[in-house]
């Protein structure tokens, strides 16, 4: 190329030469180094007069001429390394272009590859440190310099890397290396001006944790409870984990003989007493006896008879990991009412508490087989609201907020002995009712109760229609006064019989009409109950107040199969027919057993039979399963 150049500058200055062309300034030329951008300015152009040439022969090539340098410069656009070739005259003064080529692009490096490496450097502030070496569009650039050296310090490091440490640095110390920590000694360790400032640490006693301080080398004033010497008070005074333990207790005169209540160690249950009594007969020494039973003090005629272990009787079981009723169960059948839903929806819709259970001193529920504590079992809590007639979302509001239908309650319940538990459960649920239905006009509530022992008689018992239909205010009340007497003896459970006289003024067709009924006497070899002589009031007068063209709902609860004492006898099938035949009635039961017939009898009206359980919180959902039939409107 540089033959080429040479030729052609030869015919150039002969061109010149002939036509006489003006001579060509050349400013602002400069050469590209260290990659900056260079901007071509050419004063004037080279008017060149083409001629042909028309070359008979082969010319030789042109031997290179000295004065002839081509260097490669930078030009437009920017945004990239573009550069082109410019050959110059440097024998000229001022030296002249020769040729100069197009604008092509140029890369120093591969654009795809940004980090090319990196290599050492200097600071501004004269640290050695290491800097990138990168591609950026095809041009090598540097990254700023970067190093971990800093001032030197007085700390036993090289800070400013210079190969030497801690030159010309001291510690308030006047040593060079870091500054002691203040310890509690009394001494200025760290060389401030002050001895032993804000020094806490933790501290612990017998009886727990606290913090303490440094005065003078000395770490005092423990904020832990100190533990003291026993005293008779009743407390753990030296943290021993013992109460009132080997005490001779100094009390008054005035206390000796003086019975305390107690529940400790070594009384076993219930609760029995303590008191002051003399240790020597001059009584300069008095101490706190052990919590003992009270025949401990006054034993009896028999002493054998006495165990001072087995305290005074309670009859109200706590949840206090105690056996206070003595019968060598502890915390036994204790049952809670809890609620976590939010504050005030508890006994909305179907917002219901569950139920917690005592276990070793604490409320929780079990789970597969595992107590967890506070947990509260078989809650119900907000859900989301849907068309279904019930209060889902426990606001207040049913669905729409459609009224409840016109319904006729009557509950007839098992009031024989063996019952007990299960009417306390049902009392509990119907007072959780209470705030709920109270003010409802438009349900109506009654009750019916066998079998009863006929006053002054320990032969006859009898069916009684305790409450007839009337508001829920008047109906819990009669049921809270009721007085039941567990183990009362009675055992002819009439409960069928008193399902078919309630309706037997409003069904359709009765299998047996109520004036061809009659009581029969029944035998029980048992000697109690033996004879179902009347009912209160009497078969014929035996008459409920239904309400006409409402909804009518009856709910047994018994813990007996089904039987009747009529005669002539009111068979299942009787039931059935009587109560199939009468017009806008459910029938449900609470029953002990499946596989007793009660559950078919409640099927035949459109009724369930749920279990019989002497929780108050099964019961209440369940009888809440019941009346939200009530809710519902005609519509759904």
């Known amino acids: 190329m540089r033959n080429i150049f040479t030729f052609w500058f030869i015919i150039i200055i002969l061109i010149l030469i002939i036509s006489g062309c003006n001579e060509r300034n050349i400013s602002s030329l400069t050469s590209v180094e260290n990659n900056d951008i260079i901007e071509l300015d050419i004063d004037n152009n080279l008017n060149l007069e083409e001629d042909i040439i028309e070359e008979e022969e082969v010319l030789e090539p042109l031997v290179p001429d000295p004065c002839i340098e081509c260097k490669m410069y930078f030009c437009p656009p920017l945004d990239a390394i573009w550069q082109k070739e410019i050959c110059i005259n440097i024998c000229e003064d001022p030296p002249t272009v020769v040729s100069e080529t197009e604008c092509t692009e140029y890369f120093e490096c591969d654009p795809a590859q940004y980090l090319m490496g990196q290599i050492e450097c200097i600071t501004p502030s004269g640290y050695p440190g290491t800097q990138d070496k990168v591609c950026n569009k095809g041009r090598i650039q540097y990254t700023q310099c970067v190093t971990d050296c800093t001032e030197e310090a007085c700390n036993y490091i090289d800070d400013d890397c210079d190969e030497v440490i801690d030159e010309g640095q001291l510690n308030a110390c006047g040593e060079c290396g870091v500054i002691p920590p203040e310890i509690c000694d009394n001494v200025d360790n760290d060389c401030n001006g002050k001895t032993d400032e804000d020094l806490i640490q933790p501290c612990a006693t017998a009886c727990g944790t606290g913090y303490e301080m440094c005065n003078n080398g000395n770490w005092i004033s423990c904020t832990a409870e100190q533990p003291t010497e026993e005293i008779c008070d009743g407390f753990d005074n030296d943290c021993d984990g013992q109460i009132d333990e080997e005490l001779e207790c100094v009390c008054t005169i005035q206390d000796i003989g003086t019975l305390f209540p107690c529940q400790e160690s070594p009384l076993v249950c219930g609760e029995g007493f303590k008191t002051c009594e003399c240790v020597d007969p001059g009584c300069t020494q008095i101490l706190t006896t052990p919590c003992y039973a009270l025949c401990h003090w006054f ?338």
């Open 299 to 636: 034993p009896p005629a028999d002493p054998s008879t006495c165990d001072p272990t087995i305290g005074q009787i309670i009859q109200q079981e706590e949840c206090n990991n105690f056996d206070e009723n003595c019968n060598q169960l502890i915390d036994e059948d204790l049952y809670a009412s809890c609620y976590t839903g939010p504050e005030g929806t508890l006994f909305n819709g179907i917002c219901i508490p569950g139920v917690m259970t005592c276990n070793y001193g604490e409320w929780g529920s079990f789970m597969n087989e595992q107590f967890i504590p506070s947990y509260c079992q078989d809650e119900v809590t907000p859900q989301e609201e849907i068309c279904d007639g019930i209060d889902n979302d426990c606001d207040g509001i049913t669905d729409y907020g459609e009224e409840m239908k016109d319904t006729d309650i009557l509950f007839i319940v098992d009031w024989s002995g063996s019952m007990d538990d299960e009417i306390n459960a049902v009392l509990i649920a119907l007072n959780q009712f209470a705030q709920y239905y109270s003010d409802e006009e438009v349900l109506q509530w009654s009750l019916i109760r066998g079998p009863l022992p006929v006053v002054d008689s320990l032969f006859e018992e009898h069916l009684e229609l305790t409450h007839n239909l009337s508001g829920f205010t008047d109906f819990l009340s009669t049921m809270s006064n009721l007085n039941f007497t567990s183990g009362n003896g009675t055992s002819l459970e009439m409960l069928m019989d008193a399902v078919y006289l309630s309706i037997g003024n409003i069904s359709g067709a009765l299998p047996i009409p109520i004036a061809d009924l009659q009581w029969k006497g029944i035998v029980n070899p048992s000697g109690f109950g033996n004879i179902v002589k009347e009912s209160n009031p009497p078969i014929d007068q035996f008459i409920m107040n239904w309400r006409p063209g409402v909804d009518k709902i009856i709910i047994v609860i018994t813990d007996e199969k089904e039987q009747s004492y009529l005669h002539p006898s009111i068979t299942n099938q009787h039931l059935i027919d009587a109560l199939v035949a009468t017009p806008q009635l459910k029938l449900h039961t609470f029953t002990r057993f499946s596989f007793w017939q009660w559950d078919e009898i409640a099927a035949a009206t459109g009724g369930e039979n749920f279990k019989l359980s002497s929780n108050p919180t099964e019961i209440y959902n369940s009888l809440m399963q019941i009346l939200d039939e009530v809710c519902k409107s005609e519509s759904q």
